[in-house]
Structures are given as C-alpha cells and as structure tokens.
C-alpha cells in the first residue's frame, strides 16, 4: 500500500499534452461512478443539481521566470518561489557554477545569492524584482511542455484566476469557461473560491520508496467563512476542484465540518487518509505517474478504481498533464 512503485505506470509521451483544447471545455471527460463513461467538459452540468456546490481555486500565476546574465557575462534563469522579506527572495536557478556569494544582474537590479541547496537559492536583490517581473518575465509553464505557445500567458490561466501568488496553475480548473460557469450557475448550483497558491512543489517528484516518508513543499492558502458556510449548510454534494481545492479544504476542516481558515499547509493526502471536509466528487487531470497527486486521487478514488481508469485513458487516447483531458471522480 505505501510502496512507491504502486503508482508508477508507462506512459506514451505522446500523450502528454503540448498544448490546451480550444475552446477549454472541449476537452474529453471521463466519469467515474459505478462505470466509466466518456463525455466532454462541457457536459459536466450533466452530473450536477441544484442545491449541489462546486468550489474553485482563484489563485492566479505570476510571471516568475526571469532571464539575466552573471556578473560574468553567463547567463542565468530564476524561478520565483517565494517572498522572504524585502528584495529577499528564494528562487529556483538555472545556470553554471552559481553558488553563495554569486552576483547576478537582471537589467539594473543587481542580485546576490546567500544560500543555496539544490539549486534552489535565497537571492538578495537591490530593488524590487516582482516588478520587473510583472514587466519583463514570463509564465512559467511546466518543464515538460516543450512546445511554444502563442497566447500562454492567458492559456494558463484559469478564467476566474484574480489572486496572485501561484507558479503554476490549478489545473482542473484550466477547462471551466465563463460561460460554463454561468449555466452550473443558472442550474442552482452554488459556486465558491478558496486561494492556494501552488508552488514548485507541485512539480517535485516524489522520491520516497515508502511513500509515508515523503514531505510536501508548504503553500498558503485561505478558505473563507463565506465559503466554510456554503459548504456545511448545502442541501447537495460537495464538487471540490483539483487537488489544490481538496488539500485546502482539507487543511480546513475537522470531523465532516469546514471552518475558516488561512496559513501555510503541507498536508500530504495518500491512500490510508481519512477525508474530513465531506468533498462528493472530485474534478482533476490525469497526472504523472508516481506523483503526490496520484497519491491524493487514488486516496479519494480508491486504488483498483484509479489505476483501472488509467489503463482505459491510456487505450483510449486520453491527453495527460496540465492542458490534458479531466476526470470527474465520484466518491464510491
């Protein structure tokens, strides 16, 4: 049960998405009840009643990737991970021999790294480098997406994303258009938003034989009173989307009830986990194969159940990853 090859499978690369669906809620969807069924997102509204809840997540990403040179004419890539204090910040670096006490120049913010493991580096800049950011860097889309994208900027954003903070996006939300949400909306279903900025760590492989052993990255994250209400006091189920969603309301809640609440979590859900905020169905991509997301979906689908419905997306041409196709998991 807590062995890591359990969730290790073969995966075509060609099915790695490259690129998203257009429109987003043409993807495919696969529905997992008592059977497997095969719909598109747009018909989502299929599977959903008033009275029913669906909570999203409205973070939004930054433009985290910034280019600059060594104060050796190299040339140096960072990865915005977070805020240590004023022009503090820990980053993730790529290029040659940097190391403590590196200098590094990003147009005329000069930046000096103090500490470094792993290649990642807390880096001390001379003014403000989210604003340049803002101005000049890029959306950092996910190593294994090779191809350039016209338009990425806003295809990997969600269509309600509005809080900033994330370095990638919540992905099951990536397939949601406005319209979409107004006909959920129209049908009586009540939709709420929590914030959980995703971080590197969404990236991080899990290396752990003995999965217990592994330790997630920390990320803020807010659940609002408003939303805490709208969930304990719903007549319907509770749709919580992707995993974001699922470890920020489960990082909320105690004993079937959600309550407000706001900080940095690491919860790591695998198989063996006890659910407390009382989700129905949970909407997600199809993810990497021994992953702390495949962790979390087995542990709320079920292993047979979700190893199963792999195999079948895998035969069946299913796209995988951050612009890849959706599944719609109903609790068994």
Known sequence: MYSLKRYDFDLPEELIAQE?????????LMVLGEEIEHRFFYELPEYMEEGDVLILNDTRVIKARVRGIKDTGGKVEILILEKLDENYYRCLVKGKKIHPGSVLIFEDIKAVVREKREGICDIEFSSD??????ERGEIPLPPYIKKKIPGAEEKYQTVFARKEGAVAAPTAGLHFTSQLLKKIENMGVKIGYITLHVSYGTFKPVKAEDIREHRMEEEYYVVSREVA???????????AVGTTVTRALESSSMGGKVYPSEGYTNIFIYPG?????????LITNFHVPRSSLILL?????GYERIMKAYRVAIEKRYRFYSFGDAMLIFKM
């Open 20 to 28: 998203p669906v257009e429109p987003r809620d043409h993807a495919r």
């Open 297 to 301: 979906v087995t542990a709320f689908g």
């Open 229 to 239: 209400d709208m969930i304990n006091n719903r007549s319907g189920r509770l749709f």
């Open 273 to 281: 986990y006890e659910f407390q905020s009382g989700i129905d169905a």
């Open 129 to 134: 480098i989210m604003e340049l950011a803002r």
